[in-house]
């Protein structure tokens, strides 16, 4: 899948945003291990820390439908230059995507930047800490 479908499918996926507070639509698009689709958009809530980001929901999509990993991701929102995931997002890329899981931000108007998640997430973790523990 190239780049430019997965920003358009992000970008559909953005019209689908719940953002009654914010008016911040985003979308999102991951492409799976299987060569799959999946979207999400951000969904907003009253209750401020119960909100979920765009990123978050396509990916948890991408295991709930069976994947165990996703290689690439796209982002899209109006905003010039365009934003990038924020931490709590970078973190679900990092450990679901791997480090070398490629992440595309988009704006609306056509601005791009593409980072790979140990880009974004220096010194990552994933996890493996956990796995490799003994229980106690």
């Known amino acids: 899948m190239t780049d430019d479908a997965l920003v358009a499918e992000a970008t559909s ?16 698009a991951v492409l799976g291990g299987s060569g799959q689709v ?54 679900v890329i990092f450990e679901l995507g791997g480090p070398e899981c490629v992440v595309t931000f988009a704006s609306t108007d056509g601005d791009r930047r593409q980072l790979l998640a140990r880009e974004l997430l220096p010194e990552g973790f994933d996890g493996a800490l956990l796995r490799d523990r003994a229980p106690r």
């Open 13 to 28: 996926a953005r019209a689908h945003a719940y953002a009654p507070y914010s008016q911040f639509r985003v979308g999102a």
């Open 38 to 91: 999946y979207r999400g958009c951000n969904v907003e809530n009253g209750s401020y820390p119960l909100c979920v980001c765009a990123e978050r929901v396509a990916i948890m999509n991408a295991i709930a439908a069976g994947e165990s990993r996703v290689s690439r991701l796209a982002v899209v929102t109006d905003t010039s230059p365009p934003a990038s995931p924020c931490g709590a997002c970078r973190q």
